[in-house]
């Protein structure tokens, strides 16, 4: 008798105490993520100006958005900046990767120094690049100084390059970042899979290209998941380099939304390019949720 | 939606923390040395009416930054006492709802005796005061260094010609014509002061001002676009991203002959122990001697929660239009009063002449308001506008047609 009781009350602990200690975190996520990104659809469909209201516009701030040129310039940057950076950061930081697993002397060292860039903020990195690349105070000067009289850089001033000064700081921000998941990844790999394969007679890089690489898989996903979302949410490296500018060519949709929602008063056209924005990430990691979850359903 | 319950609680939050002392929070972007000066000014007068004075200072020169600030607050139902807004913006504020009449103490002091008609219009929404001006800066201003000027033998320009042959004598005697800061707000306020000198004041109230589409794709626009591109070669080529007052830093150091700025530039100068008509020259921006583009700083004040709040509300705008405020702020704002008929003899030849100017402008009907500084439309469009003025003087293929269609199609943006 007594045990049965017990085990009834034991059960009721169990069934319900994770669900009380999960419920705060769940509704705050519930009100403060999801019920925000319905509260911002629904502005975008509003003529909100400089603070919401909730006259209803149906799709007209979607077509003013789509009209407008600074978007489109925005998009492309994105498109630009997102692809230079991604292919940029996952390259420097896989080669970084294998020269480091080579049992070098002073990893930790090196280790240390490659990561370190991670360790500050978009805003840091952009401003240090900007005192280096702005032609009167840095890189172009030390130059001139030094007497090549002709050497140019002036990608930060001139609107057709500005963007790759973003993917430049951007890459040497993250690619020690890459460095350490692979690294990590091919600390992982089995010892003696490389071993039975140089005993097969087969050269460091026909291993590293055919054998660790491709165990690598999960890695690269997680690093692409990392580095396309920081590509997508990027703001504040671009305040802090470029301003957007010169002009606006630099500007990211992140930038863009900010001008719009809260320096020009157009708070709907702001929530409209946010929810372009939303449909982007989500356009990215649904298909991979929806691949993960089934391959572990399937497992 | 969820705001009535949050500004209740953060109200009631209000009232236990305001019990002790009248608080008056104001909310302003005077942060660089000249202004900081005039703010200062603004916090002694409070203080000496017995008033606690909470600074809320946000920093960027447009005040961009003080605008995202003061919306979360007045969103989450707890807005600073007053904050600084003008021009068409303190409609879009009256249209939120969220702002206070200051009606009995603009009937108590006449106001509407000592405030040209067109100031006074700005303050009101529905025939109310809500905002008091503190000054008129006057943006078509161009600062010299004379001693520059002297050493390539060059003269004060008075028109546009002049200025092209004053800027290319500088440039063969190896000193930088212009200082220039290439932000978009700077942008346009250049090429506003150019416009204004290309086209005239007619011009520039039906181009800027009625948003009229004739007159922006007209002749005189791209005229006058033209000219502010020729500008450009006359920079050098770290402008893009430079903030006014280095800008302004390089004519008093003498590292660049001219400057397009407002007269907030001046309180730059004599902070930096400069004095007028000796180490710095103000005159008028070349071909508009005789306009007045008006940029009004005014406060605009916001509904309180508590009557503590309210009565330091109107000592405050009671302070704002006080003569002795109006007089030592301007002093060391650069800027003129907004109340008409004060003694001038303490301002130096600039703020005289900027005066004087600014009555006859009044008088002959030429008062023009800077679009560039938010005086003339909604910042929707004129955000709009800044975009095709600075792609236009950063990008070197577009022409000055492809901007003025542009700028065309900008004036439409609601």
Redesign the interface.
Known sequence: MSTTTHSAHYGFAERWLPRLVLAPSFVLSLVFIYGFIAWNGYLSFTASRIMPNYEWVGLDQYRILFENERWWVAVQNLGLFGLLFIAGAMGIGIFLAVLLDQKIRAEGVLRTIYLYPLALSFIVTGTAWKWMLNPGLGLEKLMHDWGFANFTFDWLVNPDYSIYTVVIAAIWQSSGFVMALFLAGLRGIDDSIIKAAQIDGASLPRIYWRIVLPALRPVFFSTLMILSHIAIKSFDLVMALTGGGPGFSSDVPATFMYQMAFTRGQMGLGAASSMMMLATVAALVVPYLYSELRSKRRG | MAYPKLAALSAGMLLAFSAQAAEVEVLHWWTSGGEAKAAGELKKTMEGKGHKWKDFAVAGGGG?NA??AL?TR??SGNPPAAAQIKGP?IQ??G??GVLASIDDVAKKDKWDTLLPPVVANVMKYKGQYVAAPVNVHRVNWLWVNPTLLKKANAKVPGTIDELFVTMEALKKAGIQPLAYG???WQDSTVFESIALGVGGADFYQKAFVKLDQATIKSPTMLKALDTYKKLKPYT??????REWNLATAMVINGKAAMQFMGDWAKGEFLAAGKVPGKDFLCVAAPGTAKDFTFNIDSFVFFKQPNKDAVKGQQDLATALMSPSFQESFNLNKGSIPARTGLDMSKFDECGKKSSEDFKAAAAGNTLAPSWAHGMAM???T??AMF?VI??F???DKMTAQQAAD?LATAAKTK
């Open positions: 961009e605008m995202t919306k007045v969103v913006a879009e504020w249209a939120e290439g932000q978009p050098d080529k770290n402008a893009p991203g909604s910042s929707a004129q955000g975009d600075s792609q003087w950063n990008d542009k």
